[in-house]
């Protein structure tokens, strides 16, 4: 495991003094998976742009980056600016760019953000270089490529390609290179379906790079990745770069993916038991889906957590304890199958639990900060970004 070094801890108080419901870090388990990635991503030769969007915290981000990342990537501009504020200059913003964007996009390179940009239309190609000619700016734009019809970008052989690429490039755009985000892994939970879909999202990316170059055309990066190819693929040819966001703390979707034991999952939501209902089995906690998110990702695959997987403080899995339910504020804690006839004396009125959330990045959206705590249990917070 990576050392606790260049992760700022003080000690302020331990876990069992927190107001719940609180969002807390496993600090050492984060590490082990950056260094995991990490680790990866160089012996298969390719940089890391972690995706930050995940947790949305300068001080994730800064132990991405001691551990080699390269850059970062980004969901909002809101995001570009602030880790900008913070001293990171190489930054994708990978949510396809509109016009009105263009000026928030324009401030921070005039700040000397090194931003990137991403577009996947002619329209959209047209705004950046009509607005980069009017403001006497160079944009670094990328391409976005479709390679498993998940959601935005342009089929790899689709003419489409060559066109917004001739208006980036003849317009007097940087033609950066292309990106394609294979969302679609979540779908499976195979190794050998893991590794099939990371070799499709490498070679449409590397296809569309071709096709490009065939062409006349400068596309320096291939950029590719989501958490479960990024671990999947065999060999990672062609591509430059792979961006992975919620490997940093992992979630119960991933588990059942496949790409991750319950022991690596780094973010939890402390909460306090505060009720039953002994004759149904239920113990009640302070976590409903306003700490949890209405995030259900665990419902459509093979094992189904509810709200979350129920650990003890200190964080060891109580097997078949799950959050069955959730209201605003109420969390319905039980096990599976049969009612706990001992819940009350189990889950004594005042417990603190933690519970694993089904999608580490909507969970930690519900709170404005993290408490992350390192092997002595000491804290520190860490503020969250929120909104756009
Ligand atoms: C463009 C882009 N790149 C990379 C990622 C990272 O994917 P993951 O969180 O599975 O690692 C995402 C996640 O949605 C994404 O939208």
Known sequence: ?????NVPLASLQTLDTLDTPAAVIDVPRMLHNIQRMQSRMTALGVSFRPHVKTSKCVEVAHAQLAAGAAGVTVSTLKEAARFFDDGVTDILYAVGMVASKLPAALA????GCDLKIVTDSVASAQAIVAF???FGETFDVWIEIDTDGHRSGIRPDDDALLDVARVLHDGGATLGGVMTHAGSSYDFDTPEALAAIAEQERAGCVRAATRLRDAGLPCPVVSVGSTPTALAA???DGVT?????VYVFFDLV??????????????????????????KGWAI??????AMSRDRGTQKQKRDFGYGQVCRIDGSVMPGYVLSGANQEHGILSREGEPDPDIVTRFPIGTLL???????CATGAQFPEYHAFGPDRELATWPRLHGW
Not at 241 to 245: H, K, L, N, Q
């Open 1 to 5: 495991m990576t050392s606790m070094h």
């Open 108 to 111: 921070l390179r005039r700040r």
């Open 132 to 134: 980069g000619a009017e």
């Open 234 to 236: 065999a060999h990672l």
């Open 241 to 245: 770069e792979v961006r992975a966001g």
């Open 254 to 279: 991933m588990h059942n993916v496949g790409v991750c034991t319950t022991d690596e999952l780094a973010l939890s939501v402390l909460t306090t038991v505060i009720g039953h209902q002994a004759e």
């Open 285 to 290: 906690v302070d976590a409903g889906w306003m």
């Open 354 to 360: 933690r519970i694993l959330p089904n999608h580490a």
